[in-house]
């Protein structure tokens, strides 16, 4: 009896260092690694645009302008209102741009400011304009310029190498007022009306990616002297706050245009300036992490462990294609974020060993493995 019980223990040594050595080398033998195959519910993304940008949601951004001219300023003032679809009922005034108004319920836009004012011209000129949600819209406009002209006339694009860009007029389509559009069959000039001296001026908005992120405002300060106060005059990028932009001088020497040039010398100065609320990000750490990520496939790991990850995922994922045209209501600190969420996972991964018994018995105490018909062995 002793030398069967010996025995007994030395096949079941023998049986133990066997299967072990079945772990790496014959899963036919019982083992099941899981190393099967499976695809993953996610795939690569890349990189559409090499500038992105982080937008507030909700923002409303400035499309196509519209521009009138009346003798009468309450006249000019309601057909602008009328040509754009703006409602003073449903309008407010844009936080920090003293002139512009919104009514996002029309998607239009008002500004409040006549274009020759303090001239003693016989025009006055309103601007108004169009709006959309959507910052990667073919026509969300990227920057707003002026044409200055001592001669008259204008083109209905005009291409800045030194910028990148094309700009485009903004026209009339007949009779003072229109609906916006690229092309009609008029401008009108902002300082209409103010004699023969007085330089002509026309309003540009640019659609090129290139040239930046979209705008969601767009006003014209009035200064009593002949002076760019608060530092602009000196070449400040910025005038107003953060993210404005003095309006570009597309044809001149200077590099911020006075809206009454010519008119003179008791004419107001006025400028224009521009805003956008778009940061640029970078999301190439968190798109290298997530298609890598999306390689590792759910039979190589536990079901709690791969959640994790596909969770993770699916945050990458939001962010990813919403970048892909070039916004995403997500910030620098929630692409970071989404980023590190996948890393974690993906080191936290588990791999299961599993044991299939071939028939056998699975308990707490013990495992019996049954090998062909008749020997067993228990670990």
């Known amino acids: 009896m002793k030398v069967k019980t010996t025995l007994k223990k030395g096949i079941s040594v023998l049986l133990s260092v066997a299967m072990v050595l079945a772990l790496f080398f014959f899963t036919d033998l019982g083992f099941d690694l899981g190393l099967g195959v499976e695809s993953n519910a996610y795939n690569t993304i890349s990189k559409a645009y090499d500038n992105e940008y982080y937008y507030p949601s909700g923002t409303i951004f400035l499309t196509n302008f519209s521009l009138c001219y009346y003798q009468d300023g309450a006249d000019a003032r309601s057909n602008i209102k009328s040509s754009v679809g703006y409602s003073d009922t449903n309008g407010s005034l844009y936080p920090n741009s003293y002139h512009m108004f919104i009514d996002s319920v029309h998607s239009a836009m008002y500004l409040d400011q006549d274009t020759t004012e303090g001239t003693g011209g016989t025009y006055y000129v309103y601007i108004g304009g169009k709006t959309t949600t959507d910052p990667a819209a073919e026509n969300a406009c990227k920057g707003v310029g002026f044409e200055t002209s001592e001669f008259g006339g204008y083109t209905d694009t005009l291409s800045v190498s030194s910028m990148g860009s094309v700009w485009y007029l903004q026209n009339t389509g007949g009779n003072n007022t ?11 000039d902002l300082n209409r009306g103010c004699g023969s001296d007085s330089a002509d001026i026309h309003l540009y908005a640019t659609y090129d990616r290139n040239r930046g992120p979209a705008i969601d405002a767009f006003t014209i300060i009035a200064h009593d002297e002949d002076e760019m106060i608060d530092g602009a005059k000196a070449g400040n990028t910025y005038y107003i706050g953060a993210g404005w932009y003095k309006a570009v001088a597309l044809n001149s020497t200077s590099d911020h245009p006075d809206l009454n040039r010519g008119c003179g010398s008791k004419s107001r100065d006025l400028f ?18 997530y298609n890598n990520a999306v390689a590792y496939s759910s039979s190589n790991y536990t079901a709690d462990s791969y959640t994790t990850l596909q969770s993770a995922l699916q945050t990458g994922y939001v962010i990813l294609t919403d970048l892909l045209d070039g916004y995403t209501t997500s910030d620098q600190t929630a692409i970071n974020n989404a980023k590190s969420a996948i890393d974690s996972a993906v080191s936290n991964l588990v791999t299961p060993v599993g044991l299939n018994t071939q028939g056998g018995s699975l308990s707490t105490s013990s ?11 228990t670990l």
């Open 272 to 289: 224009g300036y521009y805003h956008t609320p778009c940061v640029a990000v970078n999301s190439d750490a968190l798109r290298t992490a």
């Open 367 to 377: 495992t019996t493995v049954k090998i062909g018909s008749a020997t067993t062995a």
């Open 178 to 188: 229109f609906s916006p559009q690229f092309h009609g069959d008029g401008a009108v």
